[in-house]
């Protein structure tokens, strides 16, 4: 069989289309996974009861769970929750930003972990209330010193938003695939999906690496 | 709210509760095979990226970074829709009508490829985790470079990569959920075959979510159990729970 | 806020099922909001889908303007149109809900869906067709017999390819592989996954006209099914249902149905599907007095 390569720049726009809905949901699902992570990370160490028991039992159920399933799940609850039908794009952002913080609590719980007692107690100290040190003190650090698994787990995410493909969002797999059904040049053009993919993801984990060989050195 | 009632009963009215226990059973299978292929292909990998040999060394890592740096569904989709094209006619009718269960095997080659990637860089980081001296202390006990890895290295590093191996072998099991997408009848597949005739989505899907649940306690538990089979008293404690 | 409200109609929500719906007034909503609201498909080719330009259009938009058209005469004043995208998850639930006055899309018109909507006259006839590759020389359904035939999951393709199976019409049994959607069935009959795929035989000539090599594609095989599609409207309102189904006896009457038929489904027609004896039949016997 022979290559034809044109199938991708003739439909480029259409493909960069779908490539910015990736986008576009990566980085709800990142920064929306992470603010919550951050919350249901601090909930995981408190002292409360009430608090700590939800948070626990949220993370683990969550980490049993194939995101797809998650997706689905999602897809048919909200509307009966809200009372009102919504689009692919919100109710995959949701389940992402929901599904992601169970992972993202976890790096964030290790990194407030790796924070000596000393050092918190030296915030509390200076007169600061929980919410003050966790906010200027504590978090900043957990997330300096959590930078690469928080960029890991961001390209996990980035991957992941491919998932959004099964309840019919043309992000950027889905419109390779509408070419295809059109184009039937199925070898080319998951090879240049897997390839975008790979190019990301690999300089993203290389960016990784690099960061984490610094933080050896220093 | 909307109007939505509830109709949790479906799940047990014939047929749809053997449904979703036949994808139960598809899914303990594919999850099974996709684990054992997946480990062997990953300690093997895992191993390459260690030795001194550099060309190995630079096939296992390219190796772990293609499969870890491209989407499982794209590599799925790859796997089912674009290799066909590429074999030629007689083989590709053969490949294609003739392997009963085509779709199950397909999933079994992507997801096992993808995942050897994962395990592989768990099983490295375990190698790595090991001294050189026990390296040396083996061979200077007149083990080759070959028997080294094979009697002291491997046994050692795979004790320390199971709580790791536990969390990739949940990944895997939760992973065989995107076999749906190329129709294979798992228990998300099913899920969703009942919400297409019942139009119960939301009990089935959470049906579905309770089962991977188990399957999870599953899956910890035997690995659990594997971990204090191989336990050498006294020389690995496990650090924290692994879930 | 309306707008994104709406935006959100456009999918999703299909578990509404008013048991008890209380009768409603659609006239009366479409002349009080002024909007005459209607869900359409997309990718439903030519039902509804968005061409070249990216407009949305089809047979059954077509069909939703004239009676846009009808209504403004009725109610004395202008009325917006918007249109809608459903979903075959949605369409049912949008309507149930009064989220959307009508579906003009390409849904089959079955007792079970009854329970929760009304329909109105049928506007299209098609049934469970097979698609397959020409080269490979099937000239009936039951040459497929022991082959791997693809069909979208919960659709009522599906359902008959089942039913041939266990009728023992295939023999031996024909292995059916199912999918989430059409394009992925496409694929797999282009690539050699599958022998056949079963589908509405308009939705069939609908993919087959969009392919690039749609000469290397054939429909074969009488009509496996009875698929009558009619437009979805709400459950109860008798008065609403009898405007569209006399707007729809006029279309038949005085060629307006016809011109559009030819338009999108004639020999130079975006998908051509030429009309079934049983087909003409039908639209003449449902043309009631007027």
Request: net charge neutral; with cysteine.
């Amino acid at each position: 069989m022979s290559f034809e390569w044109q199938v991708i720049t003739n439909n480029f726009s259409f493909l960069m289309g779908g490539l910015l809905t990736t986008f576009q949901l990566a980085i709800i699902a990142i920064s929306g996974g992470l603010a919550l992570g951050i919350l249901v990370g601090m909930a995981r160490l408190s002292s409360i009861k009430p608090i700590y028991y939800p948070a626990t039992l949220f993370v683990n159920l969550m980490r049993t769970q194939p995101l797809i399933l998650v997706i689905f799940w999602f897809y048919f609850l909200i509307p009966i929750v809200l009372g009102n039908p919504i689009d692919a794009f919100t109710s995959a952002a949701i389940a992402f930003i929901i599904f992601e913080a169970s992972y993202f609590a976890e790096i964030i719980r290790a990194g407030i972990q790796s924070i000596s007692k000393g050092q918190v107690e030296a915030a509390y100290s200076t007169g600061f209330t929980y919410w003050q040190a966790m906010r200027y003190f504590i978090i900043p650090q957990a997330l300096k010193n959590m930078l690469p698994s928080l960029i890991t787990q961001g390209v996990v995410v980035f991957q992941d938003t491919s998932l959004a493909y099964v309840i019919g969002l043309r992000e950027f797999l889905r419109s390779a695939n509408v070419v295809d059904a059109r184009e039937m040049r199925s070898v080319e053009l998951y090879l240049f999906v897997g390839f975008v993919y790979f190019m990301i993801c690999f300089s993203m984990s290389r960016i990784c690496k690099r960061m984490e060989l610094k933080k050896g050195a220093a | 709210m909307l109007n939505y009632d509830f109709k949790w009963s479906i799940l047990w009215e014939e047929p749809y509760g053997g449904w979703i226990l036949e994808g139960v059973a598809t899914t303990l299978k594919l999850g099974a095979l996709c684990c054992l292929f997946s480990f062997i292909l990953g300690v093997i990998i895992g191993t390459l990226r260690i030795t001194n040999y550099k060309p190995l060394r630079i096939f296992a890592e390219a190796y772990t970074e293609f499969f870890r740096d491209i989407p499982l569904l794209v590599q799925l989709f790859f796997w089912y829709f674009a290799v066909p094209s590429l074999m030629p006619e007689t083989m590709r009718v053969w490949v294609y009508q003739e392997i009963p269960n085509f779709e199950f095997w397909v999933v079994v080659v992507g997801l096992s490829l993808y995942s050897s990637s994962r395990m592989a860089e768990q099983i490295r980081a375990g190698i790595n985790s090991i001294s050189p001296d026990q390296f040396n202390a083996a061979l200077s006990t007149g083990f080759s470079h070959y028997q080294a890895y094979r009697y002291v290295i491997i046994p050692l590093a795979v004790r320390l990569v199971i709580p790791p191996l536990t969390t990739e072998t949940l990944t895997v099991f939760k992973n065989t959920a995107l076999a749906m997408t190329v129709g294979v009848l798992e228990t998300t597949f099913m899920s969703q075959q009942v919400e297409a005739y019942t139009f119960h989505g939301l009990e089935a899907t959470t049906a579905a979510c309770v089962i991977y649940m188990i399957i999870t306690l599953i899956v910890v538990g035997t690995m659990n159990w594997i971990e204090k089979m191989l336990a050498v008293p006294g020389l690995i404690i496990r650090k924290g729970a692994n879930s | 806020m309306k707008k994104i409200s709406l935006l959100s109609a456009m999918f999703m929500a299909f578990f509404v099922f008013t048991s008890n719906a209380m009768a409603v007034d659609t006239l009366e909503k479409i002349s009080d909001s002024g909007t005459f609201i209607v869900g359409a498909r997309d990718g439903a080719i030519p039902f509804g889908f968005h061409n070249d330009q990216n407009e949305h259009v089809g047979f059954s938009l077509d069909i939703a303007k004239e009676f846009h058209k009808a209504l403004e005469e009725k109610l004395g004043k202008t009325l917006e149109l918007k249109t809608i995208v459903v979903n075959p998850k949605t369409r049912i639930p949008l309507v149930a809900n009064g989220n959307v006055h009508i579906v003009t899309g390409s849904a089959t018109h079955t007792i079970p869906r009854e329970d929760t909507v009304d329909f109105s006259l049928t506007f299209f006839l098609t049934g469970s067709q097979l698609l397959v590759k020409k080269d490979k020389g099937f000239a009936s359904v039951k040459d497929l017999s022991g082959k791997k035939i693809g069909a979208a999951q919960g659709s009522t393709n599906e359902k008959t390819i089942r039913k041939l199976n266990e009728s023992g019409y295939f023999n031996p049994e024909a292995k059916l592989v199912i999918y989430q959607e059409h394009t992925q069935g496409m694929l797999a009959l282009n690539n050699g996954i599958i022998e056949a795929y079963c589908g509405d035989g308009s939705h069939l000539a609908g993919m087959k006209s969009k392919a690039k090599n749609a000469d290397d594609y054939i429909i074969i095989g009488e009509m496996l099914s009875y698929d009558p599609y009619a437009f979805i409207l709400p459950e109860n309102d008798s008065n609403f249902r009898d405007f569209i189904n006399e707007q729809l006896i006029r279309m038949f009457v005085d060629g307006r149905y016809m011109k559009y038929y030819d338009k999108w489904f004639g020999a130079n027609g975006v998908v051509p599907f030429p009309m079934t004896d049983d087909f003409r039949t039908l639209i003449k016997l449902q043309s009631w007095p007027l």
